[in-house]
């Protein structure tokens, strides 16, 4: 599948914060939108105030670029949330947050999202008793996830464990961390997920 291979960064700067898509970088003073010199905004004018129909946009894309998915795959998440029961908002954000990758990024397992990616597509994880190299596979409650036995011996994941230690894990997941292993405690509520996006505005411009 086709995947954004351009500088992260410019994801960022077009949406006016911090999406940490790099990783540790983004907390560092290397981060373009850290820097209190940085000429973001000067070389370009744009419009001071976007219409309704912008904010929207800028909404679900900012929702898309966090979480690493595609137009297609974004309104077949969509769709699948709006059937279920309960706020069609805080369904699709249940179902982006429980991707394998972002499981593996929420519990320290990688530095970003995309090396979540490309770790689960590696074969570096399994969930329960199989090994699983699906990014867009969605756990569920009581699964657990492990770095496979093989993949712990190997430096790329002490490197990521260290750079990972203060990281804070989401209380709807359990970390054994000397394990390199993790269950999903239950599916979070939208106060136990911390993504800056205003679900709503994304609810109201896919139901056009």
Partial sequence: MARYTGPACKLCRREREKLFLKGIRCYTVKCPLGKKDSSFGKQRRRPSKLSEYGLQLREKQKARRIYGILEKQFRIYFHIAERKKGITGENLLQ???RRLDNIVFRFGFALSRCQ???LVRHGHFQVNDRKVDIPSYLVKAGDIIWVRE???KLDKFKEITDLTAEREVPNWLELEKNNLRGTVAHI????EMSVPVQEQLIVELCSR
Avoid: L, N, Y
């Fill in 95 to 97: 179902i982006m947050e």
């Fill in 150 to 152: 093989k993949s712990r």
């Fill in 116 to 118: 979540a990616r490309q």
């Fill in 188 to 191: 979070p509520s939208r106060e």
